[in-house]
């Protein structure tokens, strides 16, 4: 793998641009000289054009039309999508590291590769696991599958949260909103096994309840002992649950997840759970505040514990322990897990037992193969170089704050005040986090339980400790990047910093068409409809003056509108207000990303024409080529509900025909598609 050489971001790219007009040309391009190249030349891959389409009418088409008719879905995704595609060249290096450490464990001195080894080892060897089957899980089917009173149904609840398994209501340990340097107690409801509160509900998903309903009957068919009428009870239990749940667009709203109450008064709301003995026994600490996500939810929850009885309780906890560890049971659980997959999502096939052990040994021990993943793919050296280009991007996006119309100055000193406060992490954590529970080489189901265990005390020990900002809620070799609003931080993982996104040989315009975009995009979620609501240290604080509040909701509403007249399948609709931040993230992305390019090449002695296009162009082309995807119609549907991002297309869609840049660039024709009569304007 090829990487960038330490130094300016734009001295870098520019160089390389300079050796590949080079190859191109008979003379050395002089001052103020276009030099032609290719569109391999610059980082942009010509195959993955389609040039018979207008940019103008459906720039997606135009900038991926190629990759999606050369690119096959594969049988065992539900979406296949750039992110994926430089995933998977990741995992084939996680491959390397873990098949190394499982061969060497058994003699290795080093703690790491001894734990890596024997975990990825235990998930490979799929006979071990058939002949244990249930076994390893036996202690807590023994509570799961005797619940006969108050006591052993407390007793099921508090075995399946120290698991980590989510049933009836979830607890654990985050920072307090108007409060953010301090972890409290948190509560929420949580325990369905569908995506979300409208699929028991809403006659659109008829279909999928229903199989969901077959499922759950064979899964505990599969457990032995239950009557006919178990799944009955379950999709019962789950029905009444969802009544007083929030569906995904509701739960965007910050300010009514933020509910504080205390010990006392959640006693006599809830009096069916005996909290005392519950905190001890999960390993909380509870703090003087505690707030709750959805108070309706917990005020409902006695009844709802008495409406059903012991028997179908039983049914409903021993089904959730068994979906939660069905890789780890054998080859029926896990058929049958992958079967309701498969009608959820419409994936074909399972994923390679190898590739889905990497995922478990991740999921397990993600940092300590973070570790081993950046020796050997991210040098010293470039996370200095990638941290400039996030420097770069805050620079412009501080540019951009200063030139709003519409925002005062009272406000636009506060905004630039949480930009400049904003941490920026870069390729890895600066302090690796330790996992301190055994790993037992012929053991994968408790293996499982003891990571799982782990890790869900781990979080819950948060609760009354001070929050670390520097904290990853991503490994390093993830292909993604995110913005915590109540940490005021940012995270821009080493796996994502690699082509289609970034290299070291591509040119500025494409550089940040990328991976410019995309940490655009994370920034401005400090100021989308929901980070806006938080100040520089991370505190719910309402800084925005009534005036500038109202101009602020007025032009999301317009990107609610709009999006919400995307179709991504015939009479399936994007749901703009569920993705409006994302949306906001988008538009405003991409604007500062181009703004940051603007200004590195804005003294260029030389621009580079590849194939015909130019720079600006080029820039636009490679925004539009990191989101080529393919899905599949039930993804799409399962997505729509509950996803917060919109489709692919239609995040190259929305945001570049609210671009005047890109209609300049692209000679757009004012009507057109890509160029309509109204554009939504936020940053």
Not at 413 to 440: C, N, Q
Not at 452 to 467: I, Y
Not at 473 to 487: D, I
Request: hydrophobic content about 40%; overall charge neutral.
């Amino acid at each position: 793998m090829r990487w960038w050489h330490p130094g300016a971001f734009a001295v870098v790219a520019a160089s390389a641009l300079a050796a590949a007009a080079y190859r191109t040309s008979t003379a050395a391009p002089s001052q103020g000289q276009v030099a032609k190249v290719s569109l391999a030349d610059v980082g942009l891959e010509a195959s993955s054009l389609d040039k018979t389409a207008d940019p103008c009418v459906d720039f997606y088409q135009f900038s991926c039309g190629g990759w999606l008719q050369k690119t096959d879905l594969p049988d065992d995704k539900a979406r296949f999508a750039r992110f994926d595609e430089l995933q998977d060249k990741n995992k084939l290096v996680l491959r390397t590291i873990l098949d190394d450490a499982s061969r060497s464990a058994a003699t290795s001195a080093d703690a790491a590769t001894k734990k890596l080894g024997d975990y990825y080892a235990s998930c490979m060897d799929a006979q071990a696991i058939d002949a244990a089957g249930t076994t390893p899980i036996k202690p807590l089917l023994d509570k799961t599958t005797k619940v006969k009173d108050a006591k052993s149904w407390t007793a099921a609840l508090i075995a399946l949260h120290q698991l980590g398994t989510r049933v009836v209501f979830e607890a654990s340990a985050g920072p307090d909103l108007k409060k953010s340097t301090q972890n409290v107690t948190q509560l929420d409801a949580t325990g369905l096994g569908l995506p979300d509160r409208d699929y028991y509900s809403e006659d659109k998903y008829k279909d999928k309840l229903a199989a969901y309903h077959d499922h759950v009957g064979r899964m505990l068919a599969l457990v032995g002992g239950f009557s006919s009428s178990a799944a009955d009870d379950v999709v019962a239990i789950e029905t009444e649950m969802a009544k007083t749940m929030k569906n995904a667009t509701e739960r965007r709203d910050v300010d009514k997840r933020y509910n504080p109450t205390d010990a006392g008064k959640l006693a006599k709301t809830v009096s069916i759970v005996d909290w005392k003995a519950y905190w001890k026994a999960v390993g909380i600490d509870v703090t003087k505040v505690i707030v709750v996500g959805t108070p309706a939810y917990f005020a409902a929850l006695d009844k709802l514990r008495a409406k059903f009885k012991w028997p179908q309780w039983s049914a409903y906890f021993t089904y959730h322990l068994v979906q939660g560890q069905a890789f780890s049971l054998g080859t029926a659980y896990d058929d049958e897990a992958f079967a309701f997959a498969k009608v959820m999502t419409g994936v074909e096939k399972k994923e390679d037992r190898w590739k889905r052990c990497a995922d478990a040994t991740t999921a397990a021990l993600g940092e300590l193969l973070g570790q081993l993943y950046v020796a050997k793919q991210f040098p010293p050296q470039a996370k200095q170089t990638a941290t400039a280009v996030v420097d770069g991007i805050v620079a412009a996006m501080g540019h951009e704050i200063a030139d709003l119309d519409w925002m005062s100055a009272a406000t636009k000193t506060t905004a630039a005040d949480k930009l400049a406060h904003i941490v920026r992490m870069v390729g890895y954590p600066d302090k690796w986090r330790t996992y301190e529970f055994d790993v037992k080489r012929g053991d994968f189901a408790g293996n499982e339980q003891r990571a799982s265990t782990f890790e869900a005390h781990r979080v819950r020990a948060r609760s009354g400790k001070p929050v670390d900002r520097g904290e990853w809620s991503m490994n390093s070799f993830t292909v993604n990047a995110y913005y915590r609003s109540t940490a005021n931080n940012t995270a821009l993982p080493a796996g994502i910093l690699q082509p289609p996104f970034f290299g070291a040989d591509r040119g500025v315009a494409v550089n940040f068409g990328g991976i410019g975009a995309v940490i655009g995009h994370e920034l401005t979620h400090g100021f989308d409809d929901q980070g806006s609501k938080f100040d520089a240290d991370g505190n719910r604080v309402d800084w925005w003056s009534a005036d500038d509040k109202s101009k602020f909701e007025t032009k999301t509403q317009c990107v609610t509108d709009e999006y919400a007249t995307f179709e991504a399948e015939p009479k399936q609709y994007v749901n703009g207000k569920l993705t409006l931040g994302e949306d906001i993230a988008d538009l405003g992305g991409v604007k500062i990303a181009y703004r940051a390019y603007q200004t590195q090449r804005a003294n260029a002695a030389t621009t580079y024409v590849a194939d015909g296009f130019t720079e600006d162009q080029q820039f636009f082309i490679a925004f539009g080529q990191i989101w080529c995807s393919k899905d599949r119609p039930a993804e799409v549907q399962r997505r729509l509900a509950t996803d917060p991002h919109a489709p692919p297309k239609f995040r190259v869609y929305g945001a570049l025909r609210n671009m005047k840049e890109f209609d300049d660039a692209f000679h757009c024709a004012e009507g057109t598609p890509m160029r309509p009569a109204k554009v939504c304007s936020v940053w």
